[in-house]
Protein backbone atom coordinates (compact mmCIF):
# COMPACT_ATOMS: atom_id res chain seq x y z
CA UNK A 1 0.00 0.00 0.00
CA UNK A 2 2.87 2.43 0.80
CA UNK A 3 1.08 4.04 3.25
CA UNK A 4 1.31 4.01 6.88
CA UNK A 5 -0.45 3.76 10.63
CA UNK A 6 -0.43 4.15 13.99
CA UNK A 7 -0.09 0.72 15.51
CA UNK A 8 -1.70 1.72 18.66
CA UNK A 9 -3.05 4.23 21.73
CA UNK A 10 -5.58 7.32 20.88
CA UNK A 11 -4.54 7.46 17.36
CA UNK A 12 -4.60 4.00 16.72
CA UNK A 13 -5.27 3.42 12.86
CA UNK A 14 -4.54 7.09 12.06
CA UNK A 15 -2.45 7.71 8.49
CA UNK A 16 0.83 9.01 9.66
CA UNK A 17 4.33 9.32 8.23
CA UNK A 18 6.56 9.16 11.35
CA UNK A 19 6.50 7.52 15.46
CA UNK A 20 5.68 11.10 16.58
CA UNK A 21 2.85 11.22 15.56
CA UNK A 22 1.58 8.43 17.14
CA UNK A 23 1.73 9.13 20.95
CA UNK A 24 2.19 5.99 23.08
CA UNK A 25 2.41 3.98 19.76
CA UNK A 26 4.61 3.32 16.14
CA UNK A 27 3.60 4.18 12.80
CA UNK A 28 3.49 0.44 11.23
CA UNK A 29 3.25 0.13 7.78
CA UNK A 30 -0.03 -1.52 6.33
CA UNK A 31 2.02 -4.15 4.55
CA UNK A 32 2.53 -5.75 8.03
CA UNK A 33 -0.91 -6.60 8.56
CA UNK A 34 -1.55 -10.22 7.94
CA UNK A 35 -3.00 -10.19 4.32
CA UNK A 36 -1.47 -13.01 2.44
CA UNK A 37 -3.07 -15.23 -0.37
CA UNK A 38 -6.18 -12.70 -0.09
CA UNK A 39 -9.24 -14.14 -2.64
CA UNK A 40 -11.72 -11.41 -1.46
CA UNK A 41 -12.06 -8.90 0.46
CA UNK A 42 -15.86 -7.49 2.07
CA UNK A 43 -16.57 -4.20 2.98
CA UNK A 44 -19.73 -4.07 5.57
CA UNK A 45 -21.10 -1.24 7.52
CA UNK A 46 -23.13 -1.27 10.89
CA UNK A 47 -24.83 2.19 11.62
CA UNK A 48 -21.91 4.56 10.84
CA UNK A 49 -18.71 2.19 11.21
CA UNK A 50 -17.41 0.93 8.36
CA UNK A 51 -15.58 -2.48 8.03
CA UNK A 52 -13.38 -4.39 6.22
CA UNK A 53 -12.99 -8.26 6.08
CA UNK A 54 -10.14 -10.17 4.38
CA UNK A 55 -10.63 -13.62 2.88
CA UNK A 56 -6.94 -15.35 3.43
CA UNK A 57 -6.77 -18.43 1.30
CA UNK A 58 -3.55 -19.16 2.33
CA UNK A 59 0.19 -18.09 3.18
CA UNK A 60 2.09 -20.14 0.87
CA UNK A 61 2.68 -23.34 2.40
CA UNK A 62 -1.07 -24.31 4.17
CA UNK A 63 -4.67 -22.98 3.93
CA UNK A 64 -5.38 -23.03 7.57
CA UNK A 65 -4.44 -19.29 8.56
CA UNK A 66 -6.66 -16.36 9.88
CA UNK A 67 -8.29 -13.90 8.26
CA UNK A 68 -8.53 -10.52 9.69
CA UNK A 69 -11.24 -7.55 10.22
CA UNK A 70 -10.17 -3.97 10.17
CA UNK A 71 -12.29 -0.96 10.72
CA UNK A 72 -12.40 1.82 8.69
CA UNK A 73 -11.46 4.80 11.13
CA UNK A 74 -13.03 8.18 10.53
CA UNK A 75 -15.13 6.74 7.40
CA UNK A 76 -17.54 9.19 5.21
CA UNK A 77 -19.26 8.55 1.92
CA UNK A 78 -20.18 5.44 0.55
CA UNK A 79 -18.43 1.72 -1.11
CA UNK A 80 -20.52 1.17 -4.23
CA UNK A 81 -21.32 -2.38 -5.69
CA UNK A 82 -18.59 -2.48 -8.04
CA UNK A 83 -16.01 -2.11 -4.87
CA UNK A 84 -15.04 1.41 -6.38
CA UNK A 85 -14.19 3.21 -3.51
CA UNK A 86 -16.37 6.63 -2.88
CA UNK A 87 -14.91 7.98 0.53
CA UNK A 88 -12.26 9.40 2.59
CA UNK A 89 -11.08 7.63 5.47
CA UNK A 90 -8.33 8.70 8.53
CA UNK A 91 -6.91 5.18 8.64
CA UNK A 92 -7.25 1.11 9.06
CA UNK A 93 -7.57 -0.10 12.63
CA UNK A 94 -7.35 -4.07 12.94
CA UNK A 95 -9.59 -5.45 15.26
CA UNK A 96 -9.79 -9.45 14.80
CA UNK A 97 -8.46 -12.00 13.78
CA UNK A 98 -10.42 -15.17 12.97
CA UNK A 99 -9.45 -19.15 12.96
CA UNK A 100 -10.41 -20.04 8.53
CA UNK A 101 -9.22 -22.71 6.44
CA UNK A 102 -9.01 -21.74 2.92
CA UNK A 103 -11.59 -18.69 3.11
CA UNK A 104 -12.87 -17.81 -0.21
CA UNK A 105 -15.57 -15.11 0.95
CA UNK A 106 -17.69 -13.55 3.40
CA UNK A 107 -21.27 -11.91 3.24
CA UNK A 108 -22.69 -9.57 6.01
CA UNK A 109 -26.41 -9.74 6.48
CA UNK A 110 -28.91 -8.74 9.15
CA UNK A 111 -31.36 -10.77 11.21
CA UNK A 112 -34.21 -9.83 13.98
CA UNK A 113 -31.61 -6.88 14.92
CA UNK A 114 -28.16 -8.92 14.75
CA UNK A 115 -25.59 -9.06 12.60
CA UNK A 116 -24.00 -11.51 11.43
CA UNK A 117 -20.76 -12.44 8.91
CA UNK A 118 -20.84 -15.56 7.39
CA UNK A 119 -17.61 -17.48 5.70
CA UNK A 120 -17.04 -19.86 2.88
CA UNK A 121 -13.98 -21.85 4.02
CA UNK A 122 -12.23 -23.95 0.77
CA UNK A 123 -11.26 -27.29 3.37
Not at 87 to 100: K, L, Y
Request: hydrophobic share 35%; proline share 2%; aromatic share 16%.
Amino acid sequence: FGQRTCSGGENQGALCEMDGQCPGSSCTSLNSFRVLGASSFTHFSVGMEHYLIVANFWDGRETNVESALFQIVGASGDFNATGNETTFFDGVRFVQAVPTQGAKAWRFFSFGGYHWLAGANFD
